[in-house]
């Protein structure tokens, strides 16, 4: 490999917002995410909302949904 045309390869951890962490090979120093397989509903079997922006409040007020089940 030629100096100067490859990015810098570094040991880092990637830490999800469940707390998880993961040691990895990455170009990058810093790796943040917020599912990893820990808390991925398709990996644990459990429903999760996730809510970006307020778009699935918005959904329910819209059509009137609550979250009581009758």
């Known amino acids: 490999m030629q100096a ?3 990015p810098q390869y570094h040991r880092t951890v990637i ?3 469940c707390g998880a962490s993961y040691p990895v ?3 990058k120093k810093v790796l943040k995410v917020e599912i990893c397989s820990k808390c ?3 990996f644990t079997g459990v429903q999760k909302i996730v809510d ?3 778009r699935v409040e ?3 007020r ?3 949904m609550t979250d009581v089940k009758k």
Request: aromatic share 10%; net charge positive.
């Open 52 to 54: 970006t922006g307020g």
């Open 62 to 64: 819209k059509y009137g």
């Open 58 to 60: 918005r959904f329910r």
């Open 25 to 27: 090979g990455s170009t």
């Open 15 to 17: 830490t999800c917002a």
């Open 4 to 6: 100067g045309k490859h």
């Open 40 to 42: 991925h509903p398709l």
